[in-house]
């Protein structure tokens, strides 16, 4: 099973910038797709920007032209950089990737992770 740990979160005055990572550990497994979603107070998780292992990205649209997402496949990782935060950004950011588990030499299982969420604060 894949591990996810994330780090960057905190507090951030707004139009300020903060930069996540997610480090996805284990062993035996093949990752696809990586995204970071969001959960503010008393609504639902969102997704903010996902990108594949050919690099391709999407982004939410109340996210597009202020956050970057990029990944470094060698180091497993995955990078979201937020520009002009906005109050309304305020969530705990949550790392997720789908990823395909090695079971043997010819079986592949897909499977999912989370990670433990980070928060990120946007607030004078």
């Known amino acids: 099973q894949v591990q996810l740990v994330e780090s960057g979160g905190g507090l951030v005055q707004p139009g300020g910038s903060l930069r996540l990572s997610c480090v996805a550990s284990?062993?035996?497994?093949?990752?696809?797709?990586m995204g970071w979603y969001r959960q503010a107070p008393g609504k639902q998780r969102e997704l903010v920007a996902a990108?594949?292992?050919?690099?391709?990205?999407y982004y939410a649209d109340s996210v597009k032209g202020r956050f970057t997402i990029s990944r470094d496949n060698a180091k497993n990782t995955v990078y979201l950089q937020m520009n002009s935060l906005k109050p309304e950004d305020t969530a705990v950011y949550y790392c997720?990737?789908?990823?395909?588990?090695?079971?043997?030499?010819?079986?592949?299982?897909?499977?999912?992770?989370w990670g433990q969420g980070t928060q990120v604060t946007v607030s004078s």
């Open positions: 997720n990737t789908d990823y395909f588990l090695q079971l043997s030499s010819s079986i592949k299982l897909p499977a999912e992770s």
């Open positions: 284990g062993t035996r497994f093949s990752i696809n797709a």
């Open positions: 990108i594949t292992s050919g690099g391709s990205t």
